[in-house]
């Protein structure tokens, strides 16, 4: 059965740094999303991206976030300049065609360590 | 605010039992309801999804939809230690079929 996959698995990088966390979605599904989740939280979206443009963002998704698909496999989320409280589980996600009934299916995250 | 409200718990229940898991969302325009569940430091898995008014059963599982009181829920019948887990409530609202997740009830199914 296809997944969704992700690297690295875990990131630990320094306050300031810049990391990038990447996914590959489900072959032939068109939109992609990026949660994350802090340690004891909730999962929150971040961002939705459809026809290589952002579809929707939420407001933690500020100037410090971006997000890319540079080929047609890989989806990115780069943080420019980290901060202690990106600290969290970033989950990738995908679906088809956009319809209400599909369902979303998650990447097994990669958590994110700032130093 | 599209809020979606469960109780954290933990919800405990002897082995065998059945588990009620219980979540209201504030968008009366939300249109998919799914049920995941989540085992620490790992990502959530669909346990189920509903979209119509009623009852959904799957296996042990049954998904309850009630649109006018803005509310879902899912039952868990003959509970194993297995299912011990975060059961997150999660809706789809509005465009481009984000999905806004509850905070998880803890389960805890005692041997």
């Known amino acids: 059965e296809p997944e969704v996959t992700q690297t690295p698995s875990h990131q630990v990088t320094q306050m300031g740094q810049e990391v990038i966390l990447r996914c590959v979605p489900i072959s032939n599904h068109l939109y992609f999303y990026w949660y994350r989740q802090i340690l004891g939280q909730k999962v929150e979206f971040l961002v939705s991206?459809?026809?290589?443009?952002?579809?929707?963002k939420s407001e933690i998704f500020d100037d410090q976030f971006s997000v890319e698909r540079p080929d047609g496999s890989n989806f990115t989320l780069k943080i420019r300049s980290t901060k202690l409280e990106d600290s969290a589980m970033y989950f990738c996600a995908s679906i088809p065609t956009g319809g209400f009934q599909e369902t979303q299916y998650f990447g097994p995250g990669t958590r994110l360590l700032v130093l | 605010q599209k809020e979606v409200e469960q109780n954290s718990g933990p919800l405990s229940v002897p082995e065998g039992a059945i588990a009620s898991l219980n979540c209201t969302y504030s968008?009366?325009?939300?249109?998919?309801f799914f049920w995941y569940r989540q085992y620490s430091g790992k990502s959530p898995e669909l346990i189920m999804f509903i979209y119509s008014n009623g009852d959904k059963e799957d296996g042990r599982f049954t998904a309850q939809l009630n649109k006018a009181s803005q509310y879902v829920s899912l039952l868990i019948r003959d509970s194993q230690p297995s299912d011990s887990a975060t059961y997150l409530c999660a809706v789809n609202s509005g465009g481009y079929q984000k999905v806004t997740f509850g905070t998880g009830t803890k389960l805890q199914v005692i041997p």
């Open positions: 968008d009366r325009g939300s249109q998919s």
């Open positions: 991206f459809y026809n290589n443009e952002i579809s929707e």
